[in-house]
């Protein structure tokens, strides 16, 4: 009998050791998934800003990414109104989730780089590719009116086809000096298939991928132009 014990009493307290170190194993890996995922995220804001980097973002380490984000960037959120949104992280705004509210109760990040007295604006971006989402992140100088750079990414578009919006870095450094707004008008920058022609505020499509070019396009129009009215309060 007591050896009966022992060998209960000893399979329990295994029991309860291995599901204590497969729960600390989950828990761990769960922290750094969500550790990567804000790093990936950050990097790709980042990017959208190569041109004010003395790097290219992919060189920076996650701990440079990190530090350069906690050190000049600073992190607003705005309505559809242009008004400021107390207590939210933009970093903490889901494009997904915002994507399925009706348009007049979503919520903008906004993302302010501070770089030697100057400011970048960046503005988050989402739409429809061929497959599947599309998203991106869009700098703008203090003017509101030029580009400084432009990041974008995909849910599932064909390789060497319409993943070339992230896959190529020549698509997105297109965007860099282009104009959103032609005599005091909104007008985005355009992606035009078969090649830009007016080249203050249109880039060149992708070859063989046009439907994913149209999203991007729609996307650019649709999203910028939701931060108007805070361009507007800042412009006053």
Not at 95 to 104: H, I, L
Not at 111 to 117: D, E, K, L, W
């Amino acid at each position: 009998m007591e050896s009966t014990n022992y060998v209960v009493g000893f399979t329990l307290a295994m029991t309860v050791l291995v599901a204590l170190t497969l729960s600390s194993l989950f828990y761990g890996t769960k922290d750094k998934v969500a550790q990567n995922a804000d790093v990936f995220n950050k990097r790709a804001i980042l990017s959208a800003i190569s041109a004010k980097l003395d790097q290219p973002v992919s060189a920076f380490s996650d701990e440079d990414v990190l530090a350069l984000f906690e050190e000049k960037v600073e992190q607003k959120v705005v309505d559809m109104s242009g008004e400021e949104v107390d207590g939210i992280m933009a970093e903490k705004v889901d494009m997904a989730k915002e994507a399925k509210k009706p348009e007049e109760d979503r919520n903008l990040p906004l993302f302010i780089y501070n770089a030697g007295g100057e400011k970048v604006y960046i503005v988050s971006v989402r739409g429809s590719g061929l497959w599947d989402a599309i998203w991106g992140n869009v700098a703008l100088q203090s003017d509101f009116t030029t580009v400084v750079g432009a990041s974008f990414d995909h849910a599932g578009e064909t390789p060497g086809l319409g993943a070339e919006i992230k896959d190529n870095p020549a698509f997105a450094k297109q965007f860099g000096g282009k104009k959103i707004y032609k005599d005091g008008e909104y007008v985005s920058v355009g992606v035009i298939k078969g090649g830009a022609k007016d080249l203050a505020y249109e880039v060149d499509g992708l070859s063989g991928a046009t439907v994913t070019a149209d999203g991007v396009d729609e996307m650019l129009y649709r999203g910028i132009k939701y931060y108007e009215p805070y361009f507007g309060k800042g412009k006053g």
